[in-house]
């Protein structure tokens, strides 16, 4: 039996990005970092920080490498257009945060730029449930969004904001999930907050374009109220180079902004799956974190869509009026094809009359030629006869002409049936 070649690469597919087992009381630091054109391996700097922590390295090109070390766990994951890195520590905060295993200044020659930054803390189901005071102390205000996820099993508060060390705080209390439940838990809400600023990469571009896009419909706009008023044919032709301009610009803005948009619907649509996936139940006066991003990132993303929806609005608008120009210019040239047309009928019939009349001035030309010749014949005829050959002179001059305008008509016809076929 011949196995597949993508087999077992489909297969393990399906495994290849598992959450970290979290036992409360314990510390993660989530980070994710862009990649642009021109920067490093991240893989490079993994396979550095397990040497220098003595365990097993990531193979060539793994898109994924998790790893014991010392008090915790390490996990990299490689996407599209972004890579993450987490870090979970035993023990409670007093021991500090998890980036407290590495080795310092790794996580400072790590390449791309840094889009996500989150510590989380995950109490134990001994500890007391923090009051509103607590969370306000730890989070610095009282705008938090906090819910019971997991059927009740586990508690989740966070603010979604980025403090003063570069990055966002989350605390989750567990009630007695497994630690791979619970470790489920923490990568849904470090995965929203992914998905969410990924996708919001497509906001300032949105932003942006908007002025280009009010510009573009403004000339659409008035080049079809200029087809309106334009009658001249050298009008239409720049109403149409014009249109021509328009619909350049308008697919270079298409261009440009279609990626980011498509991508921002997709990551979008990955926040929404991974706020249904917690189960959220309402938690005293907090804000369930759907609710917190419904009222804020939504908005966002509908800006986004709006502005995708205008391109697409812009360019079927610009399509259509090209072919309404096109048709009128078609049909304007087809006037002057038929003007065209005429006139060469009337010159067609003018040389039809130019040609019978120099056909019949052939005929008369020839037939005096003829008459001519055949009359020295006749006078030679009537002295070698000794008779009067006038009459026989005076006859001929009728029968020459027909016969040579025979002769020519039958060569004329002739030729035409030649043209025909």
């Given at each position: ?21 979290v036992i409360a009381p314990a510390r993660v630091t989530h980070l994710a970092f862009t ?130 060390d570069g990055y966002t705080r989350m605390l989750v209390q567990d009630h007695g999930l ?114 917190f991003l419904d009222r804020r990132f939504s908005p966002a993303m509908a800006t986004c ?117």
């Open positions: 039996m011949r196995d597949h070649e993508l087999r077992y690469i489909l297969n393990d597919e399906l495994h290849g990005r598992p959450g970290l087992p990649l642009r054109e021109g920067d490093g391996d991240p893989l490079a700097q993994i396979r550095l920080l397990c040497d220098a922590l003595g365990v097993k390295p990531p193979a060539d090109g793994a898109a994924h490498h998790s790893a014991e070390i010392a008090g915790g766990q390490i996990k990299y994951e490689r996407h599209g257009e972004f890579y993450r890195v987490s870090v979970v520590s035993e023990g409670g905060p007093d021991q500090g945060e998890a980036l407290t295993l590495l080795p310092i200044g790794w996580i400072e020659n790590l390449p791309g730029e840094r889009l996500v930054g989150i510590h989380t803390r995950v109490m134990s189901r001994d500890e007391r449930e923090p009051t509103t005071e607590d969370l306000v102390t730890l989070f610095g205000h009282e705008d938090i969004a906090g819910a019971r996820v997991s059927s009740g099993l586990a508690t989740v508060w966070t603010d979604f904001r980025i403090g003063p497994s630690p791979l439940r619970l470790g489920r838990v923490v990568r849904r809400i470090h995965e929203i907050e992914t998905y969410r600023m990924m996708a919001l990469l497509a906001l300032p571009l949105a932003r942006k374009v908007q002025g280009e896009l009010a510009g573009l419909e403004r000339a659409v706009s008035k080049v079809t109220a200029d087809m309106l008023s334009s009658r001249e044919s050298q009008e239409d032709a720049e109403l149409l180079a014009e249109l021509s301009r328009i619909a350049r610009d308008v697919e270079e803005v298409s261009s440009r902004t279609s990626y980011r948009f498509a991508a921002a619907r997709a990551y979008a649509a990955l926040v929404d799956k991974r706020i249904a996936e917690l189960g959220e139940e309402k938690l005293q006066s907090f804000q369930r974190i759907g609710v869509q709006a502005v995708a929806d205008r391109i697409r609005s812009l360019a079927e608008r610009s399509e259509r009026a090209s072919n309404l120009l096109r048709t009128r210019v078609d049909i304007a040239l087809e006037a002057q094809n038929q003007q065209v047309l005429k006139s060469m009928e009337k010159r067609g019939r003018q040389q039809l009359r130019l040609q019978e009349t120099v056909e019949g001035l052939s005929v008369v030309a020839i037939s005096y030629y003829m008459i001519g010749i055949l009359g020295k014949l006749i006078d030679g005829l009537g002295a070698y006869m000794q008779a009067d050959m006038k009459i026989v002179s005076l006859l001929s001059v009728p029968l020459v002409v027909l016969a040579v305008w025979y002769a020519v008509r039958r060569l004329r016809n002739r030729i035409m049936r030649s043209d025909d076929a």
